[in-house]
């Protein structure tokens, strides 16, 4: 199994321009999660989708867009990329239940926007 | 409001001395705390899920524990390969999503 995999590994955005960070995971979890890291701050919560077709707001949400269609896939879109994206983006996926509920990452894209 | 607390931010230790992380928690309810550690530039790899106070769990050098307010992750006889960032994370009891709240995080060095 890959696990989760991203790409890309890097990518710089002019101001104004558009992107989406790709996410796949092979492990057949229904949970994906998206979080922005920044220096110091932690890791925080964009969007999560808890099976095809469904997703949600987390904690930051501004500024992106997801769509869920398979479950194996969960892209990231930024719409009119702004310097306060510039930030480490990692997906995770999950197989939440009444126990067991750990989360997987892929490597991360870091993203600068200028 | 949920929220997580780690403490110290930086630590340096010399190989082979033991220390301990923080973690403090304020959460409704708590169904899981979480650690997890990231080696620069990757991705947070999970460690332990801790579910109730009194529990502890062991990998390796790593032993982690829980109370009702806070956790630890104890290192014993640390190495250099033991120097990361380590995550703590909780999910609280009324969330079904498995949402995560982390903390900021403890940078740890282990010097030969």
């Known amino acids: 199994n890959a696990g989760v995999t991203q790409t890309p590994k890097f990518r710089i955005l002019k101001i104004g321009q558009s992107m989406t960070l790709q996410c796949t995971q092979d492990?057949?979890?229904?949970?994906m999660y998206w979080y922005r890291q920044d220096p110091g701050m932690g890791l925080k919560l964009i969007y999560y989708?808890?099976?095809?077709?469904?997703?949600d707001k987390g904690e930051v949400p501004n500024g992106y867009n997801v769509s869920r269609s398979t479950t194996e896939d969960f892209p990231l879109r930024l719409e009119l990329a702004a310097p306060s994206q510039t930030s480490v983006y990692f997906c995770?996926?999950?197989?939440?239940?009444?126990?067991?509920?750990?989360?997987?990452f892929g490597p991360g894209t870091r993203l600068t926007v200028t | 409001e949920d929220q997580v607390t780690q403490s110290p931010e930086a630590l340096r230790l010399q190989e082979g001395e033991s220390s301990s992380l923080n973690c403090s928690y304020t959460?409704?309810?708590?169904?899981?705390l979480f650690w997890y550690r990231q080696d620069p530039g990757k991705g947070p790899e999970f460690l332990f899920t801790?579910?109730?106070a009194g529990e502890e769990k062991e990998k390796e050098r790593l032993k982690a524990t829980l109370t009702k307010k806070e956790s630890f992750l104890h290192i014993t006889a640390p190495k250099p390969e033991d120097s990361a960032t380590y995550l703590c994370?909780?999910?609280?009891?009324?969330?079904?999503?498995?949402?995560?709240?982390f903390g900021q995080g403890t940078t740890l060095q282990v010097k030969p």
């Open positions: 995770a996926s999950g197989l939440t239940g009444t126990m067991t509920s750990e989360q997987y």
């Open positions: 492990m057949n979890h229904n949970y």
């Open positions: 989708s808890v099976g095809a077709g469904i997703t």
């Open positions: 959460v409704s309810g708590l169904r899981g």
């Open positions: 801790l579910y109730s």
């Open positions: 994370a909780v999910q609280a009891s009324s969330s079904n999503t498995g949402k995560l709240i």
